[in-house]
């Protein structure tokens, strides 16, 4: 098995960048479509913790609508093989002091690159 394969960490890039700017658009149906859909699916989330994908997309729903402005500071990717990688993204968020990181499990599905597993939060001040 290849770490960090040139062209598959570019595959992996080119879906963070898509979910990122449907992230900020608010554009739920890319970033619904970026989960696996499956009960098996987590997304942990800053005061959440959401099992399975219909918990994903329901609490997303809920959200107030709108752009959800943030700016990307830094990708870190690391693939393993062909059909599995994790991204960790630091993005900031207007209004807010601290820093926000997320981490994004990826796997390569029949449909395409899909999350299997991801996990919000924001670093203390302390």
Do not use: C
Not at 6 to 24: G, H, K, M, Q, T
Not at 71 to 90: K, L, Y
Not at 99 to 114: H, I, S, V, Y
């Amino acid at each position: 098995m290849k770490i960090n394969k040139p062209s598959i960490v570019e595959e992996i890039r080119a879906v963070v960048d898509i979910y990122n700017a449907a992230l900020v658009q608010n554009d739920l149906e890319t970033v619904n479509a970026l989960f696996m859909h499956s009960t098996d699916v987590i997304r942990y989330g800053q005061t959440e913790n959401l099992y399975g994908y219909d918990q994903i997309a329901d609490f997303r729903a809920a959200r107030p609508p709108g752009p959800k402005p943030r700016h990307v500071t830094a990708v870190h990717i690391i693939s393993a093989g062909d059909d599995f990688g994790v991204a960790n993204v630091e993005f900031t968020s207007p209004g807010r002091p601290e820093a926000g990181r997320q981490t994004q499990t990826w796997a390569r599905l029949p449909e395409g690159w899909r999350i299997i597993g991801a996990h919000v939060s924001w670093l203390s001040e302390n």
